[in-house]
C-alpha cells in the first residue's frame, strides 16, 4: 500500500495568514493526490482534485501543486471558515489512502 | 444536486454482521464509482470499497475478507455488509461518490452514520 504522510499535524494560524500544508507519499503518485476539508461532525469536502484542479465552487485561494511524492495545499488569506481539518488521498492506486489529516485553528 | 444519506443501525454485537445502506438522491446511479469509507479517531479515514454502477467491486484488501459492497435492490442505493465486527470496527461511516476518470476523487459524500460494536 502507499502510505501518506502530512505536515504539520496542527498548526496555528491568524486570519489573513498563508497557510501551507505539505503531504507526501510513499511512492511516486504521479499527479494523482486531491485534498480535503473536515468540519467538526461534518463529512469531508473536497478541494482539489488531480494536485490542482479547484473545485467547483471552491474558493480560490486554496491551490494546490506538487508532483511524484510531494505536494503542498495553500490557503492564502485564511478565512474564518478555514480553520478545519485538511486531509490528502491518493488515487493513484488501490487501496485509495488518505493522509492523517492536518488541524487548522485559531491562533 | 446529488444527496447521499446513510442509514443502518448504530449498534451492532461483536462477531456479527454490520450493515448499511447509501440512498442516492437528485441523480441516478448509473455511471461513477460508489464508496464506503470510515472514520476513526484512531486509524483517521479508511477507504472500505467501491462499486461500479455496473456491479464490480473493489476492495481494501485490508477489509476484503469481510466485506461486501452490492447494489440495492432499490435502483438508486447500494450497500455494505462487514462481517465478523470487533470493537475496531467501531467507526463513522461514510458513503460517497467516487469520481470517473483519472482522479478517483469522493464528492459528495453523505453526512455519515456512527456505528457502535459492543455487547
Known amino acids: 500500500d502507499i502510505q501518506m504522510t502530512q505536515s504539520p499535524s496542527s498548526l496555528s494560524a491568524s486570519v489573513g495568514d498563508r497557510v501551507t500544508i505539505t503531504c507526501r507519499a510513499s511512492?511516486?503518485?504521479?499527479?494523482?493526490l486531491n485534498w480535503y476539508q473536515q468540519k467538526p461532525g461534518k463529512a469531508p469536502k473536497v478541494l482539489i482534485h488531480g494536485t490542482s484542479n479547484l473545485q467547483s465552487g471552491v474558493p480560490s485561494r486554496f491551490s494546490g501543486s506538487g508532483s511524484g511524492t510531494d505536494f503542498t495545499l495553500t490557503i492564502t488569506d485564511l478565512q474564518p471558515e478555514d480553520f478545519a481539518t485538511y486531509y490528502c488521498q491518493q488515487s493513484y492506486s488501490i487501496p485509495l489512502v488518505f493522509g492523517p489529516g492536518t488541524k487548522v485553528d485559531i491562533k | 444536486q446529488v444527496q447521499l444519506q446513510e442509514s443502518g443501525p448504530g449498534l451492532v454485537k461483536p462477531s456479527e454482521t454490520l450493515s448499511l445502506t447509501c440512498t442516492v438522491s437528485g441523480g441516478s446511479i448509473n455511471s461513477y464509482y460508489w464508496s464506503w469509507i470510515r472514520q476513526t479517531p484512531g486509524k483517521g479515514l479508511e477507504w472500505i470499497g467501491h462499486?461500479?454502477?455496473?456491479?464490480?467491486?473493489t476492495y481494501n484488501p485490508s477489509l476484503k475478507s469481510r466485506v461486501i459492497i452490492s447494489l440495492g435492490t432499490s435502483k438508486n442505493q447500494f450497500s455494505l455488509k462487514l462481517t465478523s465486527v470487533t470493537a475496531a470496527d467501531t467507526a463513522v461511516y461514510y458513503c460517497?461518490?467516487?469520481?470517473?476518470?483519472?482522479?478517483?476523487?469522493?464528492?459528495?459524500w453523505g453526512q455519515g452514520t456512527l456505528v457502535t460494536v459492543s455487547s
Open positions: 460517497a461518490r467516487g469520481s470517473l476518470g483519472a482522479h478517483n476523487w469522493f464528492d459528495p
Open positions: 511512492q511516486s503518485i504521479s499527479s494523482h
Open positions: 462499486i461500479y454502477y455496473s456491479g464490480s467491486t
